[in-house]
């Protein structure tokens, strides 16, 4: 076997050990985009970036003066299709946007590809350690750092017994969080008056906390607490 296709082997290999390990961590979390997508995109960004590396291979005869492709237009071309494939695993469930770090790994799993299929082999090393280390330890220090939780929050009454706002707003505030962008509708023909507002808290409990109150609230009619996040 010529040295050629050993160096093919091997960057074909690196992309699918870089992009299977990335492709791991996403499936383990069960996210859409997980091991098969992952690596297929780092081996398709690494054989594309083949193609410049060895051009006098497909295209036999031709001398290699005539015809030359440039290497930075290939990889700025991948890196502009990938973005559909990112497109694809953003999605919106009710006011919540999810699939963002899936669809910003593949962005970067199609670079380690790139630099595999040109032989950068310590970048792409440090590349794909640096993508595991954000996907698996920033969770844990996110889950470890104090942050604020944010949900959508919508109650709906009887238009005649409504819960005036004040006395919601004091409902909501006991159970550990502070309310923006309140909003009204009258729903139902005018039968029904509901409220809806952007909740804030420190501990994601007091969603349950708050969801039991209002289930035990004669007066509310229908609730819906959607947190917002990833």
Known sequence: MSETYLTVILHLVGAAVAGGSIGLERSFHGRPAGF??????????SMLMLVTLYQWQWLPGVPLETVRTDPTRMAQGIMTGIGFLGAGVIFKEGLT????????S???TAAIGILTGVG???????ATLAVLGILSVFRWIEHAMPSQFYAHHHVRFARETAMPEQELRQLIASHGF?????????AG????FEYGMVIRTTSPDNMGRLAETLRAC???LEFRISPAGD
């Open 218 to 220: 004669a007066p509310v």
């Open 189 to 192: 023909d005018g039968k029904f």
């Open 178 to 186: 502070s309310i923006a962008n309140m909003n009204y509708r009258l």
């Open 120 to 126: 950068f082999y310590f970048a792409a090393i440090l």
């Open 97 to 104: 946007v999810r699939g963002l770090t899936t669809a910003a």
């Open 106 to 108: 593949i962005w970067a």
């Open 36 to 45: 098969r997508t992952h690596t297929l995109v780092c081996i398709a960004s």
